[in-house]
């Protein structure tokens, strides 16, 4: 895959003359875990927004695999899947019919969505529960079923937002390594939206710190904690955001 799968450029975004992203600009790369570190409010959401077409930059530009979202939103966008930070699913469907559902939505015929579905299902120890209502799963089975949503039409591009909001910390911890594995393994870009240090790798990832709408430092953990002169990223974090707690 040449160049990279998520190409922010530049991009401005203001609410009531109110900037909420002001030159936001960075990339992520196939095959890595980048994480988008930002206290409450460092905009992290509106630019989820933008990078998934709800909302339009006001300037600047986002590309996914080279298609220009703006110019060309249903190649780009067919190259991304997404967790949003508020839960999306059906709650009075199956598991299995919510899946179909999107299946069906991105022209995937029967045989082959169920045999996607079963795959993504049982790497997520969900498919014996694919049956079973949304209603009548906790919150962490209803992000697994999230994230294997997202993955059925075998996107290069996987964004979450704030994806382990009100998980306990198994749970947190079984997704989050799920994810690097879809990045190790599969070569799927991924750009994990966060406000918790915890959920990053310092060993493997790469890391974007957004504060008060502006990035204030993008690269490798090791690279960014050099630029801050700080020994950790915890430290790191603490300089750049002026001590914001996260």
């Keep these: 895959m040449p160049g990279p799968a998520l190409s922010v450029e530049d991009v401005r975004f203001a609410y009531q ?23 409450n409010g460092a905009g992290k959401s509106t630019l989820f927004a933008i990078a998934t077409g709800l909302l339009q930059p006001q300037s600047g530009r986002v590309r996914v695999l080279g298609h220009d979202l703006a110019r060309d ?56 529960r694919r049956d079973e209502k949304v209603r009548k799963l906790n919150g962490g089975h209803r992000r697994r079923v999230e994230i294997a949503r997202a993955l059925l039409h075998r996107p290069a591009l996987l964004l979450l937002d ?22 190790r393994n599969d070569g799927i870009a991924v750009l994990w939206a966060t406000h918790l240090i915890d959920e990053i790798d310092p060993a493997t990832d790469r890391v974007v710190v957004l504060h008060r709408g502006t990035v204030r430092a993008s690269g490798t953990v090791l690279e960014v904690n050099r630029a801050a002169g700080a020994a950790s990223i915890t430290e790191t974090f603490d300089r750049l955001t002026g001590g914001v707690a996260a």
């Design 162 to 183: 704030e994806p382990t909001v009100g998980l306990d910390l198994p749970t947190r911890r079984a997704l989050i390594d799920h994810v690097h594995d879809l990045a």
């Design 17 to 39: 003359g109110r900037p909420a992203l002001d030159g936001v600009g960075f990339t992520v790369e196939p095959g890595r875990f980048t994480a988008l570190l930002g206290p």
């Design 73 to 128: 939103p249903v190649a780009a966008l067919g190259h991304m899947g997404v967790v949003f930070q508020q839960p999306t699913l059906d709650l009075d469907l199956s598991v299995v019919q919510n899946l179909r559902y999107f299946a069906a939505l991105h022209g995937i015929g029967r045989r082959a969505a169920d045999d996607r579905i079963e795959v993504e299902l049982t790497r997520l120890a969900m498919f014996e």
